[in-house]
């Protein structure tokens, strides 16, 4: 089945330092999308990316998805203390009926030292 | 603002016993999900439904089944609760725009078999 890789497992940033966190697909994507989930919350949806190549930014959040639509990244500049949680990313896999079913990453802690 | 519910944030139950995670939607949406959360594992799918008394198997079925019998409500049944599903249960419910699926997710429920 699908699986979809998460890179790094966890970041540990002092505050303004950057951050990136990777993902990649085992198969092709229709379209990934990125959750922030707060310590003791849940996940919340960020963005999603569905066109090959595609580039989006929410302020400091700059988010890519590659060309051959397999992975993604999430980067941060100049980290603050309210970033500080796990990110996921989720992948939708191309072709058929899905129904919206979304194969998610491992997810990436990040801890933003102040 | 989509609102999904879980009947329990915290639930501890014995082994053997039979459990029931309830879910509640209030936004009309067609597809409905069950995941459960452990650390370094991500989100993993159990179960999803794309209409009422419509399911299909996740990625880790076993031990788990489900009920949709109204729209707005998705339950996650462990028939005989066993300590290796202690875990966080999330629930989820999605809409389609923009080419992709977003999902909303509940707070979770937490739940310790003992």
């Known amino acids: 089945g699908q699986q979809v890789m998460q890179i790094p497992q966890y970041q540990h940033v002092q505050e303004g330092e950057d951050f990136t966190t990777y993902c990649n697909s085992s198969?092709?994507?229709?379209?990934i999308q990125w959750y922030k989930q707060r310590p003791g919350g849940h996940p919340v949806f960020l963005i999603q990316?569905?066109?090959?190549?595609e580039v989006k930014k929410q302020k400091r959040l700059t988010f890519q998805f590659g060309e051959a639509k397999k992975n993604s990244s999430l980067h941060i500049t100049a980290t603050q203390t309210t970033d500080v949680g796990t990110y996921f990313c989720?992948?939708?896999?191309?072709?058929?009926?899905?129904?919206?079913?979304?194969?998610f990453g491992q997810g990436t802690i990040l801890t933003v030292h102040p | 603002d989509v609102k999904v519910t879980q009947s329990s944030r915290y639930l501890v139950k014995r082994t053997g016993e039979k459990v029931f995670l309830e879910c509640v939607q209030d936004?009309?949406?067609?597809?409905m999900f069950w995941y459960r959360q452990d650390p370094g594992l991500g989100l993993r799918l159990i179960y999803f439904?794309?209409?009422?008394?419509?399911?299909e198997k996740g990625d880790i079925p076993e031990g788990y089944s489900v009920s949709r019998e109204k729209k707005e409500r998705f339950s996650l049944i462990l028939e005989s609760a066993s300590t290796n599903q202690t875990s966080m249960y999330l629930c989820?419910?999605?809409?389609?725009?923009?080419?992709?699926?977003?999902?909303?997710f509940g707070p979770g429920t937490r739940l310790t078999v003992t």
């Open positions: 989820a419910s999605s809409l389609y725009w923009a080419g992709a699926y977003e999902q909303y």
């Open positions: 198969t092709t994507l229709s379209n």
């Open positions: 990316l569905v066109k090959s190549g």
């Open positions: 989720a992948g939708q896999s191309a072709g058929g009926t899905s129904y919206g079913k979304l194969t």
């Open positions: 936004m009309d949406h067609e597809n």
């Open positions: 439904s794309y209409d009422v008394k419509m399911k």
